[in-house]
């Protein structure tokens, strides 16, 4: 805790005072550029991943970088999905898978949260993903089943994103753009989903 106090105090005599006209701006309004929305494993930062300055991304974190389709799990995850493209107009939502993901492990191995009755709750919401994998991937394993997952699982959140009304709106006038990406947290690559090809390929 005493890291992140010094931390804290840091913030405020060093980066706070040399972007302090950033933050008078920031006090009045947002206006970020996009909605990211990621794992809540603590080795991904969107805005270092990006480096993007504050004000420029919403930011959605949960177990899983889980978007639970309308309607199903009316919680914070939708209202804040709502928030950021009906009432901050973002161009762009960016989910955000990434190696090493525990709750991708778990969609293949569930009886590791087998005590963890709140993230089993929570995986329904990934059941697409997990019969896609075992019906079709059946051949893989080890490493290269996960990340399989990972990406499969990124595909069906941008599925489940065109299900909430204010993204279907955006969509259909051609205002609101959707992003999928896995980052490699070994390398510091991200692979992004191109629709087209339905592949995804590095962003270098």
């Not at 420029?56 to 928030?83: K, Q």
């Not at 499969?152 to 259909?172: K, W």
Request: glycine content about 6%.
């Amino acid at each position: 805790m005493e890291k992140l106090v010094e931390g804290v105090k840091k913030f405020q005599t060093e980066v706070f005072r040399a972007k302090r006209e950033l933050f008078s701006r920031l006090s009045e309004s947002q206006a970020p550029r996009a909605l990211f929305i990621t794992c809540s494993d603590s080795r991904i930062d969107p805005t270092l991943l990006t480096q993007a300055e504050p004000g420029e991304l919403f930011i959605l974190r949960n177990a899983g970088n889980i978007v639970p389709s309308y309607g199903e799990t009316m919680g914070g995850s939708t209202a804040t999905i709502e928030y950021a493209v009906a009432l901050l107009g973002v161009k762009h939502v960016i989910v955000c898978g990434h190696t090493d993901c525990g709750v991708m492990s778990a969609l293949l191995h569930p009886e590791s949260v087998e005590d963890l009755p709140a993230v089993k709750n929570w995986m329904i919401q990934a059941e697409t993903t997990r019969r896609i994998v075992r019906d079709n991937y059946a051949d893989l394993k080890g490493e290269e089943l996960l990340v399989t997952t990972i990406q499969e699982n990124v595909r069906i959140q941008l599925d489940h994103l065109r299900t909430h009304p204010a993204v279907a709106v955006r969509l259909r006038r051609g205002t609101l753009a959707l992003h999928g990406w896995v980052y490699s947290i070994p390398t510091g690559d991200i692979w992004a989903y191109d629709e087209s090809k339905d592949v995804f390929v590095s962003l270098k």
